[in-house]
């Protein structure tokens, strides 16, 4: 039985993303399904949504933020990282890896390719992990019923 949904869930900030490029919706990259979220601004991001997705039983998250400093939105780059850095205190406390979720800054002035390669780079990282304890769990525990 194949688990439902996504195995790493990448939010983008619209406002980071280079002129001239999107990243595709879904992807495949190291056996893991990647599916893509456009935030409008990675600020927006509250911690509660970004647990209810570990919740869920995604192996990571990578938030794409503004780089420090070159917000649009004034501080949502700010905010992004002190909820990211909530959401790791929070997966340490219960065990889980905290490098579950990244937070890199990417540059609408960055050529697409790179953009793309730091947001795959990211995505490789939590790939590289196991997957998450909470959908095994869960995926055993529907087997087993």
């Known amino acids: 039985m194949e688990p439902v949904g996504p195995d790493v869930i990448a939010y983008l900030c619209t406002n980071c993303i280079p002129t001239g490029g999107r990243l595709p919706r879904r992807w495949e990259q190291q056996g893991a399904h990647v599916a893509v979220r456009e935030v409008p601004c990675s600020g927006k991001m509250d911690g509660q949504y970004l647990l209810h997705a570990l919740e869920g039983g995604v192996r990571g998250l990578c938030v794409v933020a503004c780089p420090k400093g070159a917000c649009q939105l004034a501080q949502g780059n700010y905010r992004a990282e002190v909820r990211v850095g909530t959401v790791r205190r929070l997966l340490a406390e219960i065990g889980l890896d905290p490098a579950r979720i990244e937070l890199v800054h990417g540059s609408p002035e960055d050529p697409f390719d790179r953009f793309d390669a730091l947001v795959r780079e990211a ?20 087997a087993n019923r």
């Open 123 to 142: 995505v490789g990282r939590i790939c590289a992990l196991d997957p998450s304890p909470i959908r095994v769990a869960t995926h055993e525990g529907t």
